[in-house]
Structures are given as C-alpha cells and as structure tokens.
C-alpha cells in the first residue's frame, strides 16, 4: 500500500525559509514523478513544484527562483521542497504527490503539511 507522509510544515515570517518533506512507503520515489501541490482557503489545488522520472523539475511561475524540489534516491526514500523567501501568499496546505505508473492505478497523495507566512 502506497503512503506519503508529509512533514516540516509550520509558522514563518515573510521573507524566510522552510523546507517541507514527504516520506513515502510502498514506493520507491525515485520511479515516480513526484510533485508539491498547494491548496489555500476557498482556493482550488494548484501545481507548485514537480520532478519527473528523469530528474527534471518544473515550478509555477509564481514560485520559480524561490522554490527548489528534490529527492534522496536513496533509503530516505524522501522528496522535499525547499521554499525560501516566502511571502503570505505561499500561504497554504502543501500535498505531495506521486503520479501513478499505470492507467488503473489511482494517483497517490499525502495527508498534507500547514505553511503559514506572517507578513
């Protein structure tokens, strides 16, 4: 059964740091695309940050050059999303998510990780 539990969330000022985690099970995260989706109040889900099978990352244009997503391929088996110099309106709910490698295979989500930015 495939987990992704998310951690790191918490209250930072405008203009700081924060890193957020995702540790997943039942999967190795190094086979999937993995992303960082965000949800604020009233807000639909919107793409944040991604990387594909090959390494390669993607962000909103609202977060390039302030966010920064990896991955220990390793034993960690853990994706993280590097946010510096954030602004309130980072503000939200961070999902991690894992795109699922076959059609009848549901996408996998996390339970979510609170970031609040005071301004």
């Known amino acids: 059964q495939v987990q992704l539990v998310e951690s790191g969330g918490g209250l930072v000022q405008a203009g700081g740091s924060l890193r957020i985690s995702c540790v997943g099970s039942?999967?190795?995260?190094?086979?999937?695309?993995m992303a960082w989706f965000r949800q604020a109040p009233g807000m639909e889900r919107e793409l944040v940050a991604s990387i594909n099978r090959a390494d390669i990352t993607n962000y909103a244009d609202s977060v390039n050059g302030r966010f920064a997503i990896s991955r220990d391929n390793n034993a960690a088996n853990t994706v993280h999303l590097q946010m510096n110099n954030l602004k309130p309106e980072d503000g939200a709910t961070y999902y991690c998510?894992?795109?699922?490698?076959?059609?009848?295979?549901?996408?996998?989500w996390g339970q979510g990780a609170q970031v609040t930015v005071s301004s």
């Open positions: 039942g999967l190795a995260v190094s086979s999937y695309a």
């Open positions: 998510h894992a795109e699922s490698l076959w059609p009848d295979e549901p996408d996998s």
